[in-house]
C-alpha cells in the first residue's frame, strides 16, 4: 500500500523522491499518506495527520515508510522528530535513502531513540519506484529513459504523407504520456521538430510540465515550429559553437520566446551528450526521456548514456511505405546491450519492452 500511495508522487515531487508511508495497529491501517508536492509535508506527516483526522492515536502503531525517514531541516522540519513525538514503537523502512545529507543517519536517529528499525521490506520495488532520484543522488546526473515505437520491420515512422501519423495505438501512446509526466525533461533532436513539429507535452496536463530540451548542433531549428511557440511550457535549446557563429538575429528572436539557448561543446558533430546531461542536472533534472529519431537513439546507447528503454512495437509491417529505419543506425552500436529483468506488457494490440540497460557484456560503461 505504501508503494501504491508513493507512485502517486511521480512527476510532482522532484528532485524530492517519491515517498508512501502507511500507519498500522493490530492489523488495520490507521493512517496513511504520501509526498504530494515538492515543499509540502513529506509522506510521514501526511500519515500521522490522517491517522489523527480519523481520531487515532499513532502511539505505539506500525510505520512502513517507502524510504528512510529525513532528519535534516529543509522545506520541513526532520521527520524523524515527529515520528518519535508521535511514539511510533517500530518502523519498516524500504530502504536507505541515498542523498548524502541522509544516508542512514535518519535510521540511526530513530535506533538511537529506541526504536524497532527494520529496513529491506519490499527494497527492490523501492528502488524501482526512485530508480531516477537514486541515480541523480548518487552520480549528480540524470536518469535516462530512451523512448521510441517501431513496426515489426524496425521503422519508427511512416513516410510522409503515406499512413497515419502513429505507428502505436491509442493505449501504447497514453502510457507514453504518463512517463513524460513522470519525467523532468523530454529531449529530442531538431530533426525530429523539423519532421514531425511535436509539442512536447504530456498529455492531458497533470501537474509540473515537464522541460522541453532540443539538440540542435547547427541551429537548424525553425522559429514557426509548436515548441518556439508555446511559452508556457518551457524549452531549452542546445547548440553548438559552429551553430551560433553568424546567427546573434536569429538567437535573439528564439530568446524572445521564451526559449533558452545554451552553447555545449561539439563530439562528432553534434551537441555533446555528457556536457547535455550535466547541464540539465544542474537544473536538478533527475529523469530524462528521450524521443529522437534512429541516430539520437544510437547516440545514447553507444555511449553508455541511457539507463532504461521503453519500446513499443506494433504488430504492422510498414515495407517500403515505412520511414527512418532503426537498424542502419544500430549498425553502429560497438556494444552489446541488453536488458536486466526486462517487462513485457501489451497495450491494445501493441507490445511493450522495457527495463534497465546492462553494458556489462561490453566495455566498462563511460557513465
Known amino acids: 500500500m505504501a508503494l501504491r500511495l508513493a507512485a502517486f508522487g511521480v512527476g510532482q515531487v522532484e528532485p524530492n523522491p517519491a515517498v508512501g508511508c502507511v500507519l498500522v495497529r493490530d492489523g488495520k491501517v490507521i493512517g496513511k499518506g504520501y509526498h504530494k508536492k515538492f515543499g509540502e509535508a513529506h509522506a510521514e506527516i501526511n500519515a500521522l495527520t490522517d491517522c489523527r ?5 499513532p502511539a505505539g502503531a506500525t510505520m512502513y515508510v517507502t524510504l528512510e525517514p529525513c532528519c535534516h531541516h529543509g522545506k520541513t522540519g526532520p521527520c524523524t522528530d515527529a515520528i518519535l513525538e508521535a511514539r511510533i514503537a517500530r518502523v519498516f523502512v524500504a530502504m536507505s535513502d541515498p542523498a548524502e545529507h541522509a544516508n542512514g543517519r535518519g535510521i540511526r536517529q530513530l535506533r538511537g531513540a529506541g526504536l524497532d528499525v527494520e529496513v529491506g521490506l519490499c527494497e527492490h520495488y523501492a528502488r524501482l519506484l526512485n530508480a531516477a532520484y537514486i541515480k541523480y543522488a548518487r552520480t549528480h546526473r540524470p536518469y535516462v ?27 501504447s501512446r497514453r502510457d507514453a504520456h504518463r512517463l513524460r509526466r513522470a ?9 525530429t521538430i523539423l519532421d514531425d513539429d511535436p509539442l512536447l507535452t504530456p498529455r492531458p496536463p497533470k501537474g509540473k510540465s515537464p522541460l522541453r530540451v532540443i539538440l540542435d548542433s547547427q541551429l537548424r531549428i525553425l522559429l ?29 528572436r528564439i530568446l524572445s520566446k521564451g526559449v533558452d539557448v545554451t552553447v555545449v561543446p561539439e563530439v562528432q558533430g553534434r551537441c555533446g551528450l555528457k556536457t547535455v546531461l550535466t547541464e540539465l542536472a544542474r537544473r536538478e533534472v533527475q529523469q530524462v526521456l528521450v524521443e529522437g529519431g534512429p541516430t ?18 506494433a504488430p504492422i ?14 549498425a553502429a552500436l560497438t556494444r552489446p546491450t541488453t536488458l536486466t529483468d526486462p517487462e513485457i506488457k501489451t497495450f491494445g494490440h501493441d507490445v511493450c519492452i522495457s527495463g534497465e540497460i546492462d553494458y556489462s557484456k561490453s566495455e566498462a560503461s563511460p557513465r
Do not use: C
Not at 228 to 248: A, H, I, P, W, Y
Not at 296 to 313: M, P
Not at 317 to 330: E, I, R, V, Y
Open 317 to 330: 509491417l510498414l515495407g517500403d511505405q515505412g520511414h527512418k529505419p532503426l537498424s542502419d543506425a544500430m
Open 145 to 171: 529513459i530512451v523512448k521510441w515505437a517501431q513496426s515489426l520491420d524496425g521503422k519508427l515512422a511512416w513516410k510522409p504523407d503515406s499512413g497515419p501519423r502513429w505507428i502505436s495505438g491509442p493505449l
Open 183 to 191: 519525467s523532468q525533461a523530454i529531449l529530442t533532436g531538431v530533426n
Open 53 to 57: 483526522v480519523r481520531g487515532e492515536d
Open 224 to 252: 514557426r515550429r509548436k515548441v518556439m511557440n508555446t511559452r508556457r511550457f518551457g524549452s531549452l535549446l542546445f547548440t553548438t559553437e559552429t551553430g551560433v557563429v553568424g546567427q546573434d538575429k536569429k538567437i535573439d
Open 296 to 313: 539520437l537513439i544510437t547516440a545514447f546507447l553507444e555511449e553508455g548514456l541511457a539507463d532504461a528503454v521503453r519500446i513499443y512495437i
